[in-house]
């Protein structure tokens, strides 16, 4: 597994060349819409339709969502959208699905890449997180490419006191100001209706969150090595060790042998899921949701070496992956006892993504000319779809690799078109995940991207390279939306991975920095402990989140997908059947590459051994830094 983008670290300076004359083209920009303003107010009422909505509003916050429909007769080829905050307190700090700037209380959004054309009738959906005070009133003066629209306006909800999710182990956040309290009135009270009791779907039953009212299969191989490693630790950290054995984590196929057996193979995919169906039997009335990993792709790894794989496109590998891989799964997923099974599938991590940005290496760039990946991906999605208890979620890398939106916008698009070219299109997809097998935050605690430090952005520190997101939650937000703009069902959900993006322990900082130098502020505030983004490999994180179901709107739940303790990879020759390579990234001695990492040390853990082979020491140290702790 590789998780870097190399294009952007080449591209610093220049991005700092282009946001000079990005500010200057929206000047520019403003000039000619005020301009235009004038000139085409007139044809105002039939111009555009903005819907705005306050969907979640907590103290001190709030996430707005704005719907712009074409209301005209003719396509627009791009669009700039204007609006007025009616209080100087609501500034926003964060949008998606648009480039949002502000100045004063008025704010410009310009379509992205992907979202500029929109035909009549059509509609696109941005959104943003902005902060509000005192009182949070709609704007009412919406109004595209110089021409006012009609709007309609959405009740804000009444603020709830305490919103923002906290992420377990992280300080609660204190409420800035409380709530009114509401004037008793004489009206006598609405009786409340009598509550309905949710209906359980019938076993089997196609649900919208495969997560919801399941119990997680425990793999059972997995929590064996979890116990005799904690066994052998002994002592208080032994035992909290022990315990994390009883969490759910993803089974991964990432050889034919997984699936049907031979080459030292113990449990196959067959046997996992009689196993699953044991622990179904144990505890009726409540299903059980198994999560498999999909990851055989031909010239797979293509980046890095720590997991290629068996398979090789020019050695007919796209027709292997095919007829022994995935109709081999298909088959043994279909078979009527695994029915009242949930089977959740993540397909092909870091696949799609390095298409994006990897295509300088000569397997990613082959996987890309040749097909195979995006070829591979819809066959796996049109087999897997087909079966009613089988749910698919597409991998989108994670913030520090698609989140500068030179690759979020061209990997919403490459993922988007290889999902509508499956037969059922959009509805081939449940959701997507972010986070498989790395180490960023769900939420770093004590910062946002766009906070200004020192008058300049967190986003633009040494850290984070000018980067959209500097976690999780608001890149998968992002991205999440981006993907129902494009035409996604409004019922898809994201999973993160959490089973190493805790970043707890005694280097954890308990608060942001006092310091006004932008750098010394954010490396004394964020939890991500890593010198650099790039670093995947064996680092010295901590277990995050334990896996949980509905964990903030728009997520199906928080994952275990790389399982807790094993490796990502070997810094040195092991001899395997699997295709692995040893890879300089987890060579601790290693100062990168400025493609990879800066330049920087790895910081991977000396000895390890194969990628998802046991390693302990990495165990010890998971354990150790977990938040919320054992
Ligand atoms: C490895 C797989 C392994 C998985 C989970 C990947 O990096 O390539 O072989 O099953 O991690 O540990």
């Known amino acids: 597994m590789l998780h870097i983008s190399p294009r952007k ?18 000047l520019l920009t403003l000039l000619v819409s005020s301009f235009l303003m004038q000139s085409q107010v007139t044809h105002a009422a039939s111009y555009c339709q903005v819907t705005y909505s306050v969907p979640n509003q907590w103290q001190g916050g709030f996430t707005g969502n704005i719907v712009i429909q074409n209301t005209s007769a003719s396509t627009w080829n791009n669009w700039t959208l204007t609006y007025t905050f009616p209080s100087a307190s609501q500034v926003v700090s964060q949008g998606w699905t648009g480039n949002f700037t502000q100045s004063g209380q008025n704010v410009t959004v310009t379509n992205v890449s992907w979202n500029g054309t929109l035909t009549p009738n059509s509609t696109t959906n941005p959104g943003f997180n902005a902060s509000w005070s005192g009182s949070n009133p709609a704007p009412t003066n919406f109004a595209v490419n110089g021409n006012a629209c009609n709007g309609s306006t959405q009740p804000t909800p009444t603020p709830t006191p305490v919103t923002p999710t906290p992420t377990p182990g992280s300080p609660t956040p204190t409420p800035t100001s409380v709530p009114p309290t509401p004037t008793p009135t004489s009206v006598p009270p609405t009786p409340t209706p009598p509550v309905t009791p949710t209906p359980t779907p019938p076993p089997g039953t196609h649900v919208d969150n495969p997560y919801a009212g399941a119990n997680g299969y425990i793999n059972p191989d997995w929590a064996a ?11 208080t950290l032994g035992q909290q060790e022990a315990s994390v054995a009883n969490n759910s984590t993803a089974v991964w196929l990432d050889r034919i042998a997984a699936v049907t057996g031979g080459n030292g193979v113990t449990r196959t995919l067959s046997g996992h899921l009689d196993a699953a169906v044991d622990q179904a039997n144990a505890n009726p009335g409540k299903p059980v949701v198994i999560t498999l990993v999909i990851y055989d792709l031909p010239n797979r790894d293509c980046a890095a070496l720590a997991s290629n794989g068996e398979l090789s496109i020019a050695n007919n590998g796209l027709a292997n992956y095919k007829s022994q891989y995935i109709d081999p799964i298909a088959n043994i997923l279909s078979l009527s006892k695994y029915s009242n099974l949930r089977i959740a599938t993540i397909v092909e991590p870091d696949s799609l993504p390095n298409l994006i940005t990897n295509l300088s290496f000569a397997k990613c760039s082959e996987a890309n000319s040749s097909g195979a990946y995006v070829q591979g991906v819809q066959y796996a999605l049109n087999k897997l779809h087909a079966i009613s208890n089988v749910y698919t979620y597409i991998d989108i890398a994670h913030s520090g690799w698609l989140g500068w939106s030179s690759n979020f916008d061209p990997g919403v698009n490459l993922i988007t078109n290889t999902v509508k070219g499956t037969t059922a299109g959009v509805n081939s997809v449940d959701g997507f ?27 633009s520190a040494n850290f984070y390279q000018w980067n959209q997101y500097i976690d999780e939650a608001s890149y998968d937000t992002a991205m999440r939306n981006a993907f129902i703009s494009a035409g996604f069902p409004s019922s898809i959900g994201m999973l993160i991975d959490t089973s190493r993006n805790g970043w707890g322990g005694p280097n954890r900082p308990g608060g942001a920095s006092s310091s006004t130098d932008l750098n010394t502020f954010v490396n004394g505030s964020k939890i991500d402990l890593r010198v650099h983004r790039g670093n995947w490999c064996n680092q010295k994180g901590g277990i995050g989140a334990r896996p949980v179901a509905n964990p903030a709107p728009g997520f199906d739940a928080y994952v275990w997908i790389k399982p807790p303790g094993e490796s990502d990879g070997a810094s040195q020759a092991i001899s395997n059947d699997e295709g692995k390579g040893a890879d300089p990234m987890c060579d601790p001695t290693f100062h990168g590459s400025n493609q990879a990492n800066g330049g920087n040390l790895t910081e991977a853990l000396p000895n390890a051994p194969l990628a998802g082979h046991w390693f302990q020491a990495e165990f010890d140290l998971l354990v150790k830094n977990a938040s919320p702790s054992f």
């Open 225 to 235: 090595s979890v116990k005799a490693g904690a066994a052998q630790t002994g002592g």
């Open 433 to 459: 995940i972010s986070d498989t097998a790395n180490y960023v935050p769900t939420t770093e605690p004590y910062m946002t991207a766009n906070q200004q430090v020192g008058g300049n952005p967190v986003r």
């Open 9 to 26: 670290l080449r591209s610093l300076p220049l991005k700092s060349r282009l946001r000079g004359l990005a500010l200057i083209g929206a």
